[in-house]
């Protein structure tokens, strides 16, 4: 079967530690956790205390500098235990990046070793009920006055949005300006004039809490701008690859983990005097899911590995976000047919994973824009091309092309 080369011995090591935290500290709790929509403080900074968040925070910031593949670990195996909360993929490939990345000395040293610790909890706040994967539109306004800026507006389907202590948030500072009109601040949360909505009550990823949010009148120093004014919208482009090589990391996992749990599940469901297992049905659609999922699993980590040397592309992240959140959806629904009417019940895992799916197609970028931008992206290679094209011959101006023999005639 197919060998995984990229984790090293302290890799494995890591990894072990992370599915016994995940054994006793989130297990027993989370279908609890799903019933109230959210996940208890503690069990942050219990997760800090275990070295599981921010894992590639350099130490003069509170973090352990490991390299990107102790993240990933953490994302894969939240993946493969089923569980969905809490939200530690946002908090650490996204806040914390962006803020490593872009904040000055000092916005990391005070917010980093708070969310390595797990004291401070972090949210990406982009989306707003207008303006998803066309982030170019969106309303919230940040106005200068004086030292400060006031910032007005409303986010939605924020992820961690009501236990957040810190927000990166997208505002527009230049309404005239489109694109070049949007500036991020790092806003904290206890500050007047943030407000937390409703927590929204979602098809699946029931234990991590989802939000509306609010700013109302709310005044943030200059300070806590994140890069320049009007920078935002650039920012924000070069982190999409990264998040989008998340949520296929993720994919990739479930995908396989949801066939293990088929293959256990129909060899020991007996049926007709044998098992499931024993069909031709059973056994080519397994082969099917099983194959796509290792080419899956194959593409991904060739995208770590060109991430891991800065060489993963805006289109190679487009590409693996749409397949693997293509297979993810298409295999946990295959599966759960195979488990029959057990499949649609709620204590079955491969139920759960059914609801978790469907976001796939649609966070981070819906699949139809992952579609449009590999799509232009071809015409950008052809007209690189034929601006290189040598000079035509005379069979290219068409004469080779005159219809020769009896339907010459």
């Known amino acids: 079967m197919f060998e995984r080369r990229l984790f090293r011995e302290e890799h494995e090591m ?21 019933k109230d929509g959210i996940v208890p403080r503690e069990l942050w900074l219990k997760a800090g205390a275990a070295g599981m968040l921010c894992c590639t925070i350099p130490e003069e910031y509170g973090g352990l500098g490991l390299d990107y593949l102790f993240d990933v670990i953490v ?21 914390a990046t962006y803020i490593k990345s872009f904040g ?12 390595v610790s ?4 972090g949210s990406l706040g982009m989306t707003e009920p207008h303006a998803g994967s066309d982030l170019k539109n969106i309303k919230t306004r940040a106005t200068r006055n004086g030292d400060s800026y006031i910032i007005d507006g409303q986010k939605v389907f924020i992820s961690n949005g009501q236990l957040c202590d810190v927000i990166v948030l997208a505002t527009k500072t230049d309404s005239s300006q489109g694109a070049a009109g949007i500036t ?21 990823l029931k234990g991590q809490d ?18 320049t004014e009007g920078q935002g919208f650039a920012l924000m482009m070069t982190k999409l690859a990264q998040e989008r090589l998340a949520q296929a990391i993720r994919s990739a996992v479930v995908a396989e983990t949801a066939i293990d749990w088929t293959v256990e599940y129909t060899h020991n469901r007996k049926a007709f005097g044998g098992t499931i297992a024993d069909f031709q049905n059973t056994q080519f659609k397994l082969a099917e899911l099983k194959t ?35 297979l993810h959806c298409k295999v946990v629904d295959e599966c759960l047919q195979l488990f029959g009417g057990w499949g649609y019940m709620w204590e079955y895992p491969i139920a759960r994973a059914y609801a978790d799916a469907r976001i796939v197609k649609i966070a981070g ?13 071809l015409y950008r290679e052809l007209a690189g091309r034929e601006s290189v094209r040598p000079i035509s011959s005379s069979r290219d101006k068409g004469e080779g092309d005159k219809p020769k023999g009896r339907a010459a005639a």
């Open 14 to 34: 890591f990894r072990a530690s992370v599915r016994k935290f995940i054994e006793k500290e989130i297990a027993p709790y989370h279908q609890q956790w799903e």
């Open 75 to 95: 994302f894969e195996e939240m993946a493969r235990s089923g569980f969905t909360a809490p939200g530690f993929m946002i908090h650490c490939d996204l806040v």
């Open 104 to 115: 000055s000395e000092e916005q990391k040293k005070y917010w980093l070793p708070k969310m």
């Open 118 to 121: 797990g004291e401070a909890i």
């Open 184 to 204: 991020l601040f790092l806003v904290d949360t206890s500050l007047p004039g943030f407000v937390r909505g409703k927590k929204l009550d979602k098809l699946g």
């Open 210 to 227: 989802t939000s509306e949010l609010f700013f109302e009148n709310l005044r943030v120093p200059a300070s806590a701008m994140l890069g």
């Open 292 to 326: 796509e999922a290792v080419i899956g699993r194959v593409f991904t980590d060739a995208c770590i590995e060109k991430f891991m040397r800065g060489e993963l592309s805006e289109i190679d992240a487009a590409m693996a976000k749409m397949w693997l959140s293509n």
């Open 365 to 377: 970028g819906s699949i139809e824009v992952m579609k449009h931008i590999i799509g232009r992206s």
